[in-house]
C-alpha cells in the first residue's frame, strides 16, 4: 500500500513499514491541497498526528481511495471519525504509546511551578546579575511535593501512568473518573520489585475541594471540564494541570483565578487557540507553558511509529 505519513513518522516505523513492502510518503501536504494529493497519488493509508485535520468535506473526496486513517497518538479530535468509518474507512490511533511521556511532563511542571522554575527561568537572564538577592527571596519559598494531594480528572492510562510517578515520591492520589471504581495500579521498580496501590476515585466536588494540585487527562475536543464554578471550588492557593485538550480549562476565567490568589499557578501544554495562544496565557508570570509537547519524546515517537507500522501491517480488519 501507499502511506502518507503527512505530520511525519519515526524511522522505525517507517523502516517496518518499508520492509513490509508499503511505500512510505513523507512529503508533507498543506490542509488545503490534502485531498486532492491523496486522490492523484493513489494514498491508500493516510497517517496524522494533531497538526492534520480530517473533516467529513475531504473524506468525502478521499473515501473511495482512502483504506485506512491513523492518529499517532491518544485524542482523535481532529478526525470525524463515525464520519469516515461510515464511509468505510479503518480509523484508529495509538492509546498506549504516550502515556509515559505525557506523565513525565505532568511532573515536569509540577516541579517546576513549586520551585518557581518557569518564572525563575525568564527573570534570571534579565535580572540574574545586578538583582540577585532579591530573586533569591523571590524564589525561595517553594513546596515540596512529598505529602500533598494529587487529583487527577480521567484516570486511563496516562492518569495511570501520572499517579505511579506521583505516589513513588510520596504524593497522595485521588482521582475522578467515569467508571466509578478505585483504580488498582501497580508500580514497578529497577530491581524488578512492584507494590500495588489503589487509587480513590471520588466525586468532582471531593476532588476539587481536597487536591492541593489538579491534573487533567480526558478527551472531549476541548469540552470545558474546569470553568469558573470549579475552580472556586479548587482549594485555596493549589496548581491545575492541563495536558489533556485545548479548552478543557476556561483560560479567562483561570487568568482571574490566578491574579485573585485563588489558585496559586497553572501549567498548560495545550491551548484554546492553538497553535496561535492568547498573548495573556503566554505572558501571565503564574503560568508554566509548554508548546503541546506532551508526546514528544524520542522513546514515545518510536513506540507510537511501531504501534502504526504493526497495525497498518496487520490490514484492515474483516
Given at each position: 500500500m501507499?502511506?502518507?505519513?503527512?505530520?511525519?513518522?519515526?524511522?522505525?516505523g517507517k523502516?517496518?513499514l518499508?520492509?513490509?513492502?508499503?511505500?512510505?510518503l513523507?512529503?508533507?501536504?498543506?490542509?488545503?491541497?490534502l485531498?486532492d494529493?491523496?486522490?492523484?497519488?493513489?494514498?491508500d493509508?493516510?497517517?496524522?498526528?494533531s497538526?492534520?485535520?480530517?473533516?467529513?468535506?475531504m473524506?468525502?473526496?478521499?473515501?473511495d481511495?482512502?483504506?485506512?486513517?491513523?492518529?499517532?497518538?491518544?485524542?482523535m479530535?481532529?478526525?470525524?471519525v463515525?464520519y469516515?468509518?461510515n464511509k468505510?474507512?479503518y480509523?484508529?490511533?495509538?492509546?498506549a504509546?504516550s502515556?509515559?511521556?505525557v506523565?513525565?511532563l505532568?511532573?515536569?511542571?509540577?516541579?517546576g511551578?513549586?520551585?518557581?522554575l518557569?518564572?525563575?527561568?525568564?527573570?534570571?537572564?534579565?535580572?540574574?546579575?545586578?538583582?540577585?538577592k532579591?530573586?533569591?527571596?523571590?524564589?525561595g519559598?517553594?513546596?515540596?511535593?512529598?505529602?500533598?494531594?494529587?487529583?487527577?480528572?480521567g484516570?486511563?492510562?496516562i492518569?495511570?501512568?501520572?499517579?505511579?510517578?506521583?505516589?513513588?515520591v510520596?504524593?497522595?492520589v485521588?482521582?475522578?473518573?467515569?467508571?466509578?471504581n478505585?483504580v488498582?495500579?501497580?508500580?514497578?521498580?529497577?530491581?524488578?520489585a512492584?507494590?500495588?496501590?489503589?487509587?480513590?476515585?471520588?466525586?468532582?466536588?471531593?476532588?476539587?475541594?481536597?487536591?492541593d494540585?489538579?491534573?487533567?487527562h480526558?478527551s472531549?475536543?476541548?469540552?470545558?471540564i474546569?470553568?469558573?464554578?470549579?475552580m472556586?471550588?479548587?482549594k485555596?492557593?493549589?496548581?491545575?494541570?492541563?495536558?489533556a485538550?485545548?479548552?478543557?480549562?476556561?483560560?479567562?476565567?483561570?487568568?482571574?483565578?490566578?491574579e485573585?490568589?485563588?489558585?496559586a499557578?497553572?501549567?498548560?501544554?495545550v491551548?484554546?487557540?492553538e497553535?496561535?495562544?492568547?498573548?495573556?496565557?503566554?505572558?501571565?508570570r503564574?503560568?508554566?507553558?509548554?508548546?503541546?509537547?506532551g508526546?514528544?519524546?524520542?522513546?514515545?515517537?518510536?513506540?507510537?511509529?511501531m504501534?502504526?507500522?504493526d497495525i497498518?501491517n496487520?490490514?484492515?480488519?474483516?
Open positions: 501507499k502511506i502518507l505519513a503527512n505530520d511525519g513518522i519515526a524511522a522505525n523502516e517496518a518499508e520492509a513490509a513492502g508499503h511505500e512510505v513523507e512529503t508533507k501536504v498543506a490542509q488545503e491541497q485531498a494529493y491523496i486522490v492523484e497519488n493513489k494514498v493509508v493516510l497517517l496524522v498526528r497538526a492534520t485535520k480530517v473533516r467529513e468535506d473524506i468525502d473526496i478521499v473515501a481511495q482512502l483504506k485506512m486513517i491513523g492518529r499517532g497518538g491518544v485524542g479530535d481532529n478526525i470525524d463515525e469516515a468509518r468505510g474507512i480509523v484508529f490511533n495509538t492509546p504509546s502515556s509515559q511521556s506523565a513525565e505532568v511532573m515536569a511542571h509540577l516541579w511551578m513549586v520551585r518557581f518557569h518564572d525563575s527561568n525568564r527573570q534570571m537572564p534579565l535580572e540574574g546579575e545586578t538583582n540577585f532579591d530573586l533569591k527571596k523571590a524564589y519559598k517553594g513546596i515540596e511535593l512529598q505529602g500533598k494531594t494529587l487529583g487527577i480528572i484516570c486511563g492510562r492518569g495511570q501512568a501520572l499517579a505511579k510517578m506521583a505516589v513513588g510520596g504524593m497522595n485521588i482521582c475522578h473518573d467515569r467508571n466509578g478505585n488498582d495500579i501497580t508500580l514497578t521498580f529497577a530491581n524488578g512492584s507494590i500495588d496501590y489503589s487509587v480513590d476515585n471520588v466525586s468532582m466536588d471531593d476532588l476539587l475541594a481536597k487536591s494540585f489538579i491534573s487533567i480526558v472531549g475536543a476541548g469540552k470545558c474546569i470553568g469558573e464554578p470549579e472556586k471550588k479548587m485555596a492557593g493549589s496548581f491545575i494541570v492541563n495536558t485538550r485545548g479548552g478543557s480549562i476556561d483560560e479567562v476565567a483561570l487568568l482571574s483565578q490566578l485573585d490568589g485563588h489558585i499557578g497553572a501549567a498548560l501544554d491551548f484554546v487557540n497553535p496561535t495562544p492568547a498573548m495573556q496565557v503566554l505572558m501571565n503564574y503560568v508554566s507553558l509548554s508548546p503541546h509537547i508526546a514528544a519524546t524520542k522513546e514515545a515517537q518510536d513506540r507510537i511509529a504501534e502504526i507500522a497498518v496487520e490490514g484492515v480488519p474483516a
